[in-house]
């Protein structure tokens, strides 16, 4: 066990520790340079893209993923839907997904000439855009992917979710003349508020956090427009040997997400 | 109140669509491995007309392939082991044993679950290096093992809790020692906790792909998502059938595994948040 949290503890220490050095350029090693890397960043305009695309990454992602998947979820969660116990299990599939293979699929899905544009074609937009080098659609093409990725276990949560809930409260509603609208929003929305921030909470800390998506369908550009925070600082580790300046833009990163993760732990907590 | 016959079809065909549009860009996946590359490029949406098997037989007879193959497999088999060897004890321990620190760490367990890979890397990278476990699976192994113990220990702690303390109290005193009882008695009946455990870890630690990336640096100890990266390059055209034949070979253990053992992964991984 204190090996496990040592392993763990360590590299978050100096992670930290290393945000306050910074690296001669020219070999030499680095040097303690204080809350400098910190004000480098504040000027630095690719850092602000990639914070900005940041919160239009997680935002977008987690709020089409839940959005989606409540409606999915409660779908599969008719009792008369034909094969439900199969299409649960298959929905998992994307999850259970390499997400480099996912990243490589849509990155075939959204290419020039690739099955999306020809659709497109063959229903009569002529001239579809070049999704993954143009800017502003490349950052799209990417949150499509992660939706993808991300959807079944929102779905799976959701459903396991509805399937607890009490029946009884629904019959009485049903009784009293509630429509399928108001039981949702009066009766299924505040019965699993808890679970849904769980979910919204959990599901933020990974978004923020995901690099393959993005490194491997458009490595952040075309220049720099779907730049994240995780790819940028991956460049700077260990394209530009900034290691000091990537530990600073992971510490900012950590900074954003102490408001969920302090949510998501007191939550569980009080659930335990 | 039944519903109507006509809502009840149409509910079943919009399940349908929805199910096969969710599944479709992996069943594209699958299509396209057994078409050329030439055929996938000019006619995208058309279905194969023949079984093109040449994308395998290319992607097998590449070397680096098959050492990545045999790399992905090794690294994953062992954290897989260690993890249900070590996250076994640990969340027997953190369910029956009050200890020192106990929440502290539980607490340490699950706030490391949000930690950005880019800081743990960076502070990783130098202890590595110091014991040249960088570009080396062992690395990676330790790493991997590392990642599952927080999450599939406070997993299994779950189903400890719920098995009762005086079932293996009743093979104390018929003359067991602690470690058998917890061996014969309880270990077999958290079967599905320990499955679901092991699925997690293979999961984890087959599709991970950024701490392999930063810590391999040979083509030699790549593991199959580094190798796929690297094998769609940086640009110009791709060789999308070798790469969607590469790619299928990839994502099939996986999803296999997960198919195989999704009941017992569905419960475990749902079950916290439910409670």
Partial sequence: MIV????????FVNGIYNSFFSDAVFGGGKYFSGLENFRDLMSDSLFWTGLKNNFIWSAACVGFELAIGMLIALLLNLPYIKLRGLYRALILLPWATTPVVAALIWRYIFGVMGPLNSFLNAVGFANPPNWLVTPGYSLFACIVANIWIGLPFVIVTLLAGLQSLPSDVYEAAEIDGAGVLKRFFHLTLPLMKSLILILVTLNTIWTFNMFDIVYSMTNGGPGNSSMLLSLYSYQNAFAYFQQGYASAIGVICLLILLLPVTFYIREVRNEA | MRPKRSVVITMNIVAFVVVLLILSPLLMLVLNSFRETMDIYQNPLKLPEKLYTGNYSKIFQDTSFRRNFANSMTVTLVTVLLCIVITTLAGY??????????NPLILWLLASQAFPGILMIIGLFSLLNRYSLQNNP???????TTFTIPFCS????????????ALEEAAMIDGCTRFQAMRK???PMAVPGIVAVGTFAFLLSWNEFFFALVIMRENANYTLPVFLSRFVGTGGAVEWGALSAGALITALPPILLFLLSQKYLIGGLTRGAVK
Avoid: H, N
């Fill in chain 1, 4 to 11: 496990v949290a040592l392993i763990s503890v360590y590299p």
């Fill in chain 2, 93 to 102: 321990a953190m369910s029956r044993f009050k200890f020192k620190g106990k």
């Fill in chain 2, 138 to 144: 062992i690395g990676l192994i330790i790493l991997y």
């Fill in chain 2, 154 to 165: 406070w997993l299994l702690k779950g189903y400890f809790d719920e098995i009762p303390q």
């Fill in chain 2, 185 to 187: 008695i309880i270990v």
